[in-house]
């Protein structure tokens, strides 16, 4: 439950903010983006990143 996605034909300022307003009035919008939010917070992207780039230096990686 998304608006559309707007062509960049259509992309004006108006369009996009009538878009937002439309994902923040919309409570099932709201309670995606929390639950989102929560996940995005629990993960360690820097460390996941970190991770990866001492393997592909052909370290160990993290302790």
Do not use: I, K
């Not at 307003?21 to 639950?35: I, K, S």
């Not at 917070?41 to 996941?48: F, H, I, L, T, V």
């Amino acid at each position: 439950m998304a608006p559309r996605p707007l062509p960049m034909a259509e992309l004006t300022a108006g369009a996009l903010a009538a878009a937002l307003r439309a994902c923040l009035d919309e409570p099932a919008c709201r309670e995606r983006a929390a639950v989102l939010a929560h996940r995005l917070r629990a993960e360690d992207g820097p460390g996941a990143v970190l991770s990866l780039v001492t393997r592909l230096a052909g370290g160990a990686g993290r302790p």
